[in-house]
């Protein structure tokens, strides 16, 4: 069973996390052995034919850059770890709020906002349900209209679905031929915001986990 549903959501930009290319660890290696191939070259060169003046200045130079390489590198990466702390710091505002994406949502019994975005030849639509596993569950004709609609969370007998994990997707269709299958995007509480590898993801209330930059629609908890 499903119902249309005006809704006003406010468009949020989600902030980027800038992302740092980094092989410090592998520079700060070759660095080191750079030094130790550097010290024994000078420690067991031949005292009768000293290595020559201008091939230390040559090597002293290629440690020079190596050195500030790997300076270089760190300074970025701290750089990166800040902007990634400022950024999951910018969103704990977003702690308790319904975010919408295109992604899986807990369905605890009551029902669910999906947002429609049917084809625009589209003369028939329907919403298909999917359970955790990917398996569709049930399949509703739906107007052609990009107006939220609500899924109830009951099958075609009016028996309640089981409380759990839940994605849809749009059929449309042109006369008997499908002519776009698009997963829909749905509201989920948001109840954590983490960092992982330096990208800021967000914890909806079924423990799933999305990038913030999949969030396209903000609202108040209903």
Known sequence: MINAIPTTTAQLPSP???EVSSNSAGIATDFD???KMLTAQAKYQDPLEPIDASTYSSQLAQFSMVEQQVKTNDALAALATQSSISSIGSLASWVG???RAAA???FDGSPVS???NPAS???RTELVVLDETGNEVQRIKVPVSSEPIEWAGVDDSGDPFEKGLYSFKIDSFQGEDLVLSETAEV???ISEAQLRNGQVFLILDG???ISSSAVTGLRNAS
Request: net charge negative; charged share 10%.
């Open 16 to 18: 980027t996390v800038p």
């Open 33 to 35: 052995t750079f030094l």
């Open 97 to 99: 709020m319904e975010a």
């Open 104 to 106: 899986p949502t807990y």
């Open 114 to 116: 999906i947002s429609a």
């Open 121 to 123: 030849v589209s003369d």
């Open 187 to 189: 509201y989920s509480t």
């Open 207 to 209: 423990g799933q986990a």
